[in-house]
């Protein structure tokens, strides 16, 4: 029989098979009769027996992680080390494990870090938005979670800065002090953005608990309504 690898894990040997018959198939390394390490996407021909995949074989012209199955490594494919970048960082489909989420969340931290020392392309850093929020949809898509939960600290950082923007304005129109007051009493100043910065700090805390929650909480284990377990479990 026929089919394509949904996902595998080159740490565990462990993997999962779409059979051509609509069913799938679970596999280990030991399974595997091609030197050639698959990634996902790959075709392969084996042998069902139940559930699992045996004696499979990575199909000619099949991309994988080394390179072609019988050939030489393509230059135009996008699984490297059983990663699609393309996927990881702009589709908002299917679930990412949580070493591959802290990869692609690194990757774009230093992303933003580089840009913004750059005169006029820090404004570039827009569109970092979309890549991150496409990698935390798809880990929470992994956890079970509907993917709009990533709103939660987003709403909850523009609630605090409008918050807290609104709190210094009344505090001071409700005072009636002067600019030149608050320049000449530092005190005033801390005593009405203190509020403010507050609600700044949570909402900080906010997006630090979150980013922990979808980066350190397991897989769920087997298929749910986002796709395949990517460890294959």
């Known amino acids: ?12 040997g462990v993997g999962l098979i779409s059979g051509d018959d609509g069913a799938r198939y679970d596999f ?3 399974a595997l009769q091609s030197p050639a390490v698959p990634a996902a996407g790959v075709r392969v021909d084996f042998v069902p027996e139940g559930a699992a995949a045996t004696q499979i074989l990575i199909l000619a012209g ?4 080394t390179g072609v199955a019988g050939g030489y490594a393509s230059s135009t494919s996008t699984a490297v080390a059983g990663f699609d970048w393309q996927k990881l960082f702009l589709s908002f489909e299917g679930r990412i494990r949580r070493s591959h989420f802290w990869i692609g969340w690194l990757i774009l931290l230093g992303v933003n870090v580089v840009i913004s020392w750059i005169p006029f392309i820090n404004l570039l850093g827009i ?7 496409a990698i935390s949809v798809k880990r929470l898509h992994d956890m079970g979670k509907t993917g709009w939960l990533i709103a939660i ?9 409008i918050a807290g923007f609104a709190m210094m304005i009344a505090g001071a129109v409700a005072n009636g002090y002067a600019e030149d007051y608050y320049e000449s009493n530092p005190a005033a100043v801390f005593a009405l953005m203190g509020p403010a910065f507050g ?10 608990a ?3 929650w979808i980066g ?10 986002f796709g395949p377990n990517p460890k294959g479990e």
């Open 1 to 12: 029989m026929r089919g394509e690898i949904l996902s595998y894990d080159a740490t565990t």
């Open 28 to 30: 280990t390394s030991a």
């Open 62 to 65: 099949s991309p994988t992680t």
């Open 127 to 133: 569109v970092l938005i979309w890549p991150n929020l």
């Open 153 to 161: 600290p987003w709403v909850g950082s523009v609630v605090a800065f």
């Open 199 to 208: 609600l700044f700090a949570i909402a900080g805390l906010l997006g630090l």
């Open 210 to 212: 979150f980013l922990l």
């Open 216 to 225: 350190l909480v397991d897989s769920q284990k087997g298929e749910n309504r």
